[in-house]
């Protein structure tokens, strides 16, 4: 049995390494053909080997999706806010910086949320039947509170109004596949990447250097993360993205280093935490987990094998990112950036035609512009977490 389980913890990291450096696709897809498979497969296995391969893949996935999205520019929804300060240390030569403080907060909100598994097991029983009932007021109070610091308040209100009406008709489109995938990647990917076009950006000779962490920062910004990272596994209808819109509008003065510990650690975290949610409240929260309970009814033991399994993979993907990163910084220095540029473009909108149709490519092509109005005006690009913030809110309160 020991021999299976780390077979499918090896075979875990090499799919979702895979999975996490090809942008579009997400886990979610594995893990559902993977349960479409799932009769075949427990003829020669059993479901708990299939959960540690799921986990372990999963866990994977939160640590790898930062590279494609800092070196190229192409994000998925849980990398989308990270996005920009990662592109903004690449321009400066410190690309394999913003992944190694990436992965150190997947690492350190790992460890952290793992540590609070004991005190969750309690907290969820109690909590989840109140906090359920204000989470639409407090969301609406961070929005309100992060729109009126924005020192452009009109633009800033704008942004997130038409950023929200946006994910409201996108939302409301009953036939349209992987949502998503063209309205985040417009908004935080193919804009910044048409103006690093136009702008004839060059990327600089990128330093392997280990960034110094301040300690007071790295725990303010994974004790975020953290916290974050639970509110979107405790509450439906949260993602990681509107994680780190909470976990902005509450932290003050991360800058971009503390930001992007924060980032990398929401989505691990919540991943982690999504098991716990499982195992207490019987709800599953993120699609890999939802195929893990389709599999089996875990009981405590095989749920802390699915955390040991979390946090060897951790260990193990924080040196796999630094690896693969170290990599990309030698490489992308010596291509065409711009060239890059026109291939990622034109993949993400092939793309987004093969999954979403000719509906999502004109999704894409306005979300793109929606994107273009922060940098343009000097606003904050939080603002336009609008299109899956407001859906949320409404959701909440209506």
């Known amino acids: 049995m020991l021999f299976e389980f780390i077979i499918a913890l090896l075979l875990g990291i090499l799919i979702g390494t895979i999975s996490g450096l090809t942008p579009g696709v997400h886990i979610n897809l594995v893990s559902v053909i993977l349960v479409s498979m799932s009769p075949a497969l ?29 070196y190229l520019g192409a994000p998925d929804d849980a990398q989308a806010m990270g996005a920009l300060p990662g592109h903004r240390l690449l321009l400066k030569g410190k690309g394999y910086a913003a992944v190694y403080l990436t992965v150190f907060g997947s690492l350190g909100g790992l460890i952290l949320a793992i540590l609070f598994i004991p005190i969750l097991f309690k907290a969820f029983l109690v909590l989840y039947p109140i906090i359920r009932e204000y989470i639409g007021y407090f969301l609406l109070l961070i929005v309100i509170v992060m729109i009126f610091k924005d ?27 992987e949502p998503l995938f063209p309205m985040l990647s417009g908004i935080f990917g193919v804009s910044t990447l048409l103006l690093s076009l136009l702008e004839k ?15 007071e920062l790295a725990l303010k910004a994974v004790s975020s993360s953290t916290f974050a990272g639970t509110l979107i596994s405790f509450l439906p209808g949260l993602g990681p993205a509107q994680g780190a819109v909470v976990a902005q509008g509450i932290t003050r003065n991360l800058g971009d280093e503390g930001f992007l510990i924060l980032v990398g650690g929401i989505n691990t975290v919540g991943m982690m935490i999504s098991l716990v949610t499982l195992y207490v409240l019987e709800k599953a929260r993120n699609g890999s987990v939802i195929a893990i309970s389709k599999l089996m009814e875990i009981n405590l033991a095989q749920f802390f094998v699915l955390v040991f399994a979390s946090l060897i993979v951790g260990v193990l993907c924080f040196y796999l990112s ?32 093969f999954l979403s149709g000719w509906i999502g490519l004109f999704i894409l092509i306005i979300s793109t512009s929606i994107g273009l109005i ?25």
């Open 42 to 70: 427990l003829l020669y296995t059993s479901p708990i080997v299939l959960a540690v391969f799921i986990i372990s893949m999963s866990i994977t996935h939160t640590f790898l999706d930062a590279v494609p999205s800092i």
């Open 151 to 177: 020192k452009f308040t009109f633009w800033a209100l704008f942004l997130f109004l038409l950023s929200g009406s946006l994910g409201l008709i996108v939302f409301s489109m009953p036939n349209l596949k």
């Open 201 to 215: 950006v060059k990327i600089p000779k990128q330093e392997i250097k280990k960034p110094k962490i301040q300690k």
């Open 322 to 353: 630094l690896f693969i990163a170290k990599r990309f910084s030698s490489l992308i220095t010596k291509v065409n950036y711009q060239a890059i540029i026109v291939i990622i473009i034109l993949f993400v909108s092939s793309l987004t035609l």
């Open 374 to 398: 922060a940098p343009l005006k000097g606003v904050q690009r939080s603002h336009a977490m609008g299109c899956l913030i407001l859906p949320v809110i409404l959701y909440f309160l209506i």
